[in-house]
């Protein structure tokens, strides 16, 4: 299967370990994501992406690959409808390096279909997602909710 890759990188004036925590933090992905990115973090271990509503609609799920704190984290990534079918999952690392003050944050997400609707929504997606995140932690407050 021919598969895809996208990578956004962004320098954020911030820690690794502050960066870290919005990564995994369902109070601070909230904030930026509008959605709680739940797990233990633990490699094998599962997560996944809910909604902040009342009924807590979960529209990703995956795995945790690995978990280096403040480095890297990366996660299989499906929606719910693909969960048990392997071959439907991508994947998402998030790279930290700390760069004099700042910290650069790489975020790579491959094994996409091409033209597929994962890709179609994550090319849009993680650009906004990543701004909100580098706003919040530079700012204190989160971008605009309701793009």
Partial sequence: MDTTRF??????ATTPQKLWKALIDPEMTEQY????NVSDWQPGSPWEHRRC????????????????????????WAFPTDAADSEKHSRVSFE???????VRLTVSHDRLEPDSRMLEGITSGWPMVLSGLKTLLETGRPLHKGW
């Avoid at 994501?33 to 709680?36: E, N, V």
């Fill in 7 to 12: 990578i956004y990188v962004t320098y954020i």
């Fill in 33 to 36: 994501w509008d959605h709680s």
């Fill in 53 to 76: 509503d009342e009924a807590g609609t979960v529209d990703l799920v995956g795995t945790v690959l690995e978990s280096t704190p403040p480095r890297r984290l990366v996660l299989t």
């Fill in 96 to 102: 930290i390096e700390q760069i004099a003050s700042i």
